[in-house]
């Protein structure tokens, strides 16, 4: 099945902008949508961002929006995640997942990476 791995987490002050970035193998990015979702310690897993197959549709929770860009280049089998103006509330392990073609809230995630960390904070 699909492989993706997170990388670019780190630790940055509020403020900041950090790119995290998901690269996927085992099949060609091309049909996939990727979701970017984020966890914080004590908290629920939550939804962050979700980008389209073709890239026409992008999503964000409201509490990113204006600040996060998400972005795919398909020849590179990769997905990114510019974060900007970040705040400590941003903190968090994030995840990126696969959904072929769409970002349908009905439909499953069908794989997962293992996430990386990310830490605002002075």
């Known amino acids: 099945q699909l492989q993706l791995v997170e990388s670019g987490g780190g630790l940055v002050q509020p403020g900041g902008s950090l790119r995290v970035s998901c690269a996927v193998s085992g099949n060609t990015l091309d049909y996939y949508a990727i979701g970017w979702f984020r966890q914080a310690p004590g908290k629920e897993r939550e939804g962050v961002s979700c980008i389209s197959s073709s890239g026409d549709y992008t999503e964000y929770a409201d509490s990113v929006k204006g600040r996060f860009t998400i972005s795919r280049d398909n020849a590179k089998n990769t997905v990114h995640l510019q974060m900007n103006g970040l705040k400590p509330e941003d903190t968090g392990v994030y995840y990126c997942?696969?959904?072929?073609?769409?970002?349908?809230?009905?439909?499953?995630?069908?794989?997962w990476g293992q996430g990386t960390q990310v830490t605002v904070s002075l």
């Open positions: 997942a696969a959904q072929l073609l769409a970002c349908a809230d009905d439909l499953p995630y069908v794989s």
